[in-house]
């Protein structure tokens, strides 16, 4: 029996996958201007909503997992424990009218609903001390209602991780003089 030919398509595979198709009520989470730090929140966010909103799936563990396979046990577990706080918040107020995307979907990884855009530009915010943008934020996502509870845990979530600065002449690190070494400080 002759061997034939391999069969190809009759339509060739696109060489680079196309954009992500971006609907009105979506934003590519590259505009939003997050830090990395703030980027990697998204799986986690959307495990932990998933968690909620449907309490059987035990997408809780997904999240714990990311955030220690992505940051180590110890940051990483702590991010995420932080996290739920302010999701759990979240959830309290909204219930299910919070909208967003299933974290093991690829075809969403690079869009957030307005919901999801609207948290993540809270904490980003709040770890910069933006208090006037954080408030917009809040407010965004709460549908108006300053919940005490949300902004609480969003506080505590940026005091205990909080963005690094960004000009590096204004580290101390950075101004010190050449010829001496290196000081550590107390950081609490």
Same mark, same amino acid.
């Given at each position: 029996m002759p061997i034939s030919e391999p069969q190809t398509p009759d339509r060739s595979l696109p060489a680079?996958? =196309? =954009?992500?198709t971006v609907s009105p009520e979506e934003v590519a989470l590259a505009d939003l201007g997050l830090d990395t730090f703030e980027g990697a929140l998204l799986p986690q966010l959307r495990h932990f909503t998933t968690c909620l909103q449907t309490p059987q799936s035990q997408a809780w563990q997904l999240a714990y997992?990311?955030?220690s396979e992505r940051w180590g046990e110890t940051f990483g577990?702590?991010?995420a424990h932080a996290l739920f706080k302010v999701v759990r918040c979240l959830h309290d107020l909204r219930g299910d009218h919070y909208q967003g995307h299933d974290a093991l979907t690829l075809a969403t990884r690079a869009v957030v609903t307005a919901d999801e855009a609207a948290f993540l530009r809270?904490? @980003? @915010?709040m770890?910069?001390?933006d208090t006037p943008a954080a408030r917009d934020s809040v407010a965004d996502l709460t549908g108006g209602w300053m919940d005490p509870h949300v902004i609480r845990a969003a506080l505590s979530?940026?005091?205990r991780f909080p963005a690094g600065k960004a000009n590096p002449a204004q580290r101390p690190q950075a101004s =010190?003089?050449?010829?001496q070494p290196p000081r550590l400080r107390v950081v609490r």
């Open positions: 680079v996958p =196309a =954009a992500p997992r990311s955030a577990l702590a991010v809270m904490l @980003h @915010h770890r910069r001390d979530f940026a005091d =010190a003089q050449p010829d």
